[in-house]
């Protein structure tokens, strides 16, 4: 039986790699003169404009591109997508994040059934709750009303809703909805995350939302423990179900737990972690904080792309654009990482929660049929608001390894500053840096022009910049909620759109699961030595070194008691 075609099986594919000489022979600063490819690399959407042109591409590229897609099915991935076919089909499950953003007489199905009115009634019960929490008539143990919020998750229970949160602290709006509020994030295992997500906290004004869709999750769940215990010693046994509540579909563990079944928050098995920052994973924390209406917004923002992205023509269609473009760099020119680099500080944690998006989607090495890919998939993500990345790691973007680039730039600053006499605001100051660095990427600086200026012979080498280094510019006319859920569906889009292309499954994450079986089997060692005195056995010679190592000195907790942190 013959094996399941690949996309680099295919006479587009050939015709994109046979491409790649001709790009090869060309220079960004010579493309970046014809004025009719710069417009035509370029599309705009409520808001949201994108310029690609300073991408190794030409106008030929791009075409060749959408011939590609056709090739891959890719209309018809995304149709299956938003009908909730089971395309995740390692875990024989739909892929339906877009439902969590959609209006609430919109029709998506999961196994024959509308899955909008059920992600609506969570939202409505997240809304009253939120309100009564909010208002104060939600009281704690004490009879004091609660302003202190821990969520109690790790990735995509963490990432997703606390980029959001991070946007949304400086938007003028949100920030006064806040007011007097406090939203902090326990994901870690490490006691060090345990004692700074409480620090200074009052457990008698404190609501702790634990997340876990099983309420199984190892890290998660001692997490949740420890700060139940933080709770109970000074409020006693019978404060948790005042003072916890849940994400969770396992309400048997969730009320053994000691959480009330009725504050538990339901989301379903068509939402992958990465994905879920929509559902009661992020709605819910982020509503205690900021209230409903303003998240609200930030769901519309993203349904809004959905429906562009469903319905757009490719031509026109910002993350098919932007999928295919990666899709180019990484396996045809051979870029496997990218830069994000949002000048806005409020996005500072856009990279961290997309380099799980995309990382974890995508970096897969068989097809969505398990065939070995004989070439690259997925991208090396990371990133750091501009300016300050620009002082960190634009060296080697500049003059060493070649990596293509995402400027995001905002038109309006959440938090103008302006003062007297200056040549600029301070947002003008960070907006000329936005537009210079992609122009300095794709130009560069040649030894003629060095020698023109008088450089020393002996710097001239140190000096040259090779240009032609590729970047993407995205423009947002501002940062509200509505455009930080855009920005979000955006690149989740443009990450299916890679997987698509490519023929894998960017919906499981297999990679992630042996790892956690083998801490498991040192779990029990530590737990065997620690208690029974039990020599290391059962390991490689370099870990049971390092385990024995680590065993030799006394831990700094006792086994026998409870120990806190002490901040």
């Given at each position: 039986?013959?094996?399941?075609?690949?996309?680099?099986?295919?006479?587009?594919?050939?015709?994109?790699?046979?491409?790649?000489?001709?790009?090869?022979k060309t220079h960004l600063r010579d493309l970046m003169t014809d004025a009719d490819r710069c417009k035509a690399m370029t599309?705009?959407?409520?808001?949201?404009?994108?310029?690609?042109?300073?991408?190794?591409?030409t106008t030929e590229t791009v075409d060749k591109l959408f011939k590609l897609a056709e090739a891959a099915k890719l209309k018809e991935k995304i149709d299956k997508m938003f009908k909730g076919e089971k395309i995740n089909t390692t875990e024989n499950r739909s892929?339906?994040?877009?439902?969590?953003?959609?209006?609430?007489?919109a029709v998506i199905n999961s196994d024959g059934v509308n899955v909008v009115p059920e992600v609506w009634a969570v939202k409505d019960k997240i809304k009253q709750f939120s309100e009564t929490f909010r208002s104060g008539s939600w009281v704690g143990a004490t009879g004091k009303p609660l302003t202190n919020v821990v969520s109690v998750g790790i990735g995509g229970s963490f990432l997703g809703p606390l980029f959001v949160h991070t946007a949304l602290q400086t938007d003028p709006e949100a920030a006064e909805s806040a007011k007097g509020r406090q939203l902090r994030f326990l994901a870690n295992v490490d006691p060090v995350d345990v004692a700074r997500s409480i620090k200074d906290l009052d457990p008698a004004t404190t609501l702790v939302v634990v997340v876990s869709k099983t309420f199984t999750t190892a890290e998660t769940m001692l997490n949740a423990r420890t700060i139940k215990e933080w709770i109970v010693s000074s409020l006693g046994p019978q404060a948790v179900s005042k003072h916890m509540i849940a994400v969770s579909?396992?309400?048997?563990?969730?009320?053994?737990?000691?959480?009330?079944?009725?504050n538990a928050f339901a989301f379903w098995d068509w939402v992958g972690?990465?994905?879920?920052?929509?559902s009661a994973v992020g709605v819910l924390p982020l509503s205690l904080q900021y209230g409903f209406p303003i998240v609200q917004k930030f769901l519309e923002g993203a349904s809004s792309i959905d429906n562009h992205f469903h319905t757009s023509s490719f031509e026109k269609n910002i993350p098919v654009l932007l999928g295919l473009l990666s899709v180019w760099n990484v396996s045809f020119l051979g870029y496997p990482a990218r830069a994000i680099l949002p000048y806005s500080q409020a996005l500072e944690k856009l990279a961290p929660h997309i380099q799980q998006l995309s990382m974890e989607s995508n970096g897969k090495g068989v097809s969505i049929d398990g065939v070995r890919l004989p070439y690259e998939a997925g991208e090396i993500d990371f990133g750091e608001p501009g300016t300050n990345g620009q002082h960190s790691f634009y060296q080697l973007i500049h003059q060493g390894r070649v990596i293509p680039c995402d400027f995001i730039g905002v038109i309006k600053s959440q938090q103008p500053v302006y003062l007297k006499g200056e040549t600029v605001s301070n947002h003008d100051e960070l907006m000329s840096n936005f537009f210079a660095q992609p122009d300095a990427l794709a130009y560069g600086k040649t030894p003629e022009q060095l020698r023109s200026e008088k450089v020393p012979e002996n710097l001239i080498s140190h000096k040259t910049f090779q240009g032609n280094?590729?970047?993407?510019?995205?423009?947002?006319?501002?940062?509200?909620?509505?455009?930080?859920?855009?920005?979000?569906?955006?690149?989740?889009?443009?990450?299916?759109?890679?997987g698509f292309i490519w023929g894998i499954n960017s919906f499981d994450q297999w990679g992630v699961e042996l790892g956690k079986s083998l801490a498991s089997t040192v779990r029990k060692q530590l737990h065997a030595s620690r208690m029974e005195g039990k020599p290391v056995e059962g390991f490689n010679p370099s870990s049971a070194s390092l385990l024995t190592r680590f065993l030799a000195v006394k831990p700094s907790t006792p086994y026998d008691t409870t120990v806190l942190p002490k901040v």
């Open positions: 039986m013959a094996s399941p075609a690949l996309i680099s099986d295919t006479d587009q594919w050939k015709a994109l790699q046979a491409h790649v000489g001709a790009i090869h599309a705009e959407f409520e808001g949201v404009f994108l310029d690609y042109s300073r991408q190794q591409a892929v339906l994040h877009v439902a969590l953003r959609a209006p609430r007489d579909t396992n309400l048997k563990l969730v009320k053994e737990f000691g959480i009330d079944p009725n972690g990465r994905y879920s920052v929509c280094r590729p970047s993407l510019s995205f423009l947002l006319s501002s940062l509200s909620a509505y455009e930080i859920g855009q920005l979000l569906s955006i690149y989740e889009h443009r990450i299916a759109v890679q």
